[in-house]
T-cell receptor, first 111, second 115 residues
Framework: GESVGLHLPTLSVQEGDNSIINCAYS??????FIWYKQESGKGPQFIID?????DKRQGQRVTVLLNKTVKHLSLQIAATQPGDSAVYFC??????????FGAGTTVTVRA | GAVVSQHPSWVICKSGTSVKIECRSL??????MFWYRQFPKQSLMLMAT?????????EQGVEKDKFLINHASLTLSTLTVTSAHPEDSSFYIC???????????FGAGTRLSVL
């Protein structure tokens, strides 16, 4: 079946810099996309979502961009902090309410 | 504060025994909950959809008789791993779907270790 995937498995970023995490998806029928953050030993934490009829959405220090033409999703984190170190997953959903998760990107923030 | 409470957070059991994991929706009534399994350094894999008042819907390859799901109320779903074996050792996570935005909020997960 179709699945969501990530371009890079790891990302190292200097504290204070901006981070960009990428995600490629293949299901053109997906209605919405969600970014989650998962710290070691914990459940995923909701960050931000975007519907398929949008191309950009901003939250607190985060921006999600959706390019349906190339089926690409990205999460931008501004002024990355040590607390941002975690695994980030993109997930896609459609009208059956199930989520399909990508492989995850491990973000490490260097002090 | 936490939207979803999952218990226990960690359990060790002997091979052949059964383990029950609880998932509670704290802030709202949840007609639909989901159960996932996550192996180390891997992504979340959906096991089943738990529907209040009806049978759970299992994903392909997930044994319904091995992973019993009960969703008897709008705030509680349970997953019972029956006759657990070492290969069932994993991180089990539940989620609750919000009606307004279809966003799923996750519990803290349960680490199951079968000896």
């Amino acid at each position: 079946g179709e699945s969501v995937g990530l371009h890079l498995p790891t990302l190292s970023v200097q504290e204070g810099d901006n981070s960009i995490i990428n995600c490629a998806y293949s299901n053109s029928a997906s209605d919405y996309f969600i970014w989650y953050k998962q710290e070691s030993g914990k459940g995923p934490q909701f960050i931000i979502d975007i519907r398929s009829n949008m191309d950009k959405r901003q939250g607190q220090r985060v921006t999600v961009l959706l390019n349906k033409t190339v089926k690409h999703l990205s999460l931008q984190i501004a002024a990355t902090q040590p607390g941002d170190s975690a695994v980030y997953f993109c997930a896609e959903g459609s009208n059956d309410y199930k989520l399909s998760f990508g492989a995850g990107t491990t973000v490490t923030v260097r002090a | 504060g936490a939207v979803v409470s999952q218990h226990p957070s960690w359990v060790i059991c002997k091979s052949g025994t059964s383990v029950k994991i609880e998932c509670r929706s704290l802030d709202f009534q949840a007609t639909t909950m989901f159960w996932y399994r996550q192996f180390p350094k891997q992504s979340l894999m959906l096991m089943a959809t738990s529907n209040e008042g009806s049978k759970a819907t299992y994903e392909q390859g997930v044994e319904k008789d091995k992973f019993l799901i009960n969703h008897a109320s709008l705030t509680l779903s349970t997953l019972t791993v029956t006759s657990a074996h070492p290969e069932d050792s994993s991180f089990y996570i539940c989620s609750v779907r919000t009606l307004a935005k279809n966003i799923q909020y996750f519990g803290a997960g349960t680490r199951l270790s079968v000896l």
